[in-house]
């Protein structure tokens, strides 16, 4: 298991609850740091995985299922090939297309 730090960039908050905060905590198993900056939510991850994918698609899924609304809009890492596939996959961008192709 490799170490992991990534961000995830949120939609659905308007301000950081103590509601939120907690279903987050519980919905990712606590390996978040959830913050607020010019009026965007981020979650900011340091996750043992195999893979940076795997860490960040698992992180995703345990977000948007936490019942809270929010929705993941973009991810950031240090690893820019792997996060730029994710961001194409949260577009509903696929392989051989891209934004603004008709």
Known sequence: ????RFTLILS???EITPELAD???VATGGDIELNM???VAFLEFDRAFSSLHDA??????QVEGAGVGVRV???ESQDANTIAKINADLLGLTAGTSAGQD
């Open 37 to 39: 900056r010019d009026g």
């Open 73 to 75: 809009v973009r991810v």
């Open 23 to 25: 279903a987050l905590y």
């Open 1 to 4: 298991m490799n170490d992991h």
């Open 12 to 14: 659905g908050v308007s």
């Open 56 to 61: 960040v698609t698992s992180a995703i899924s």
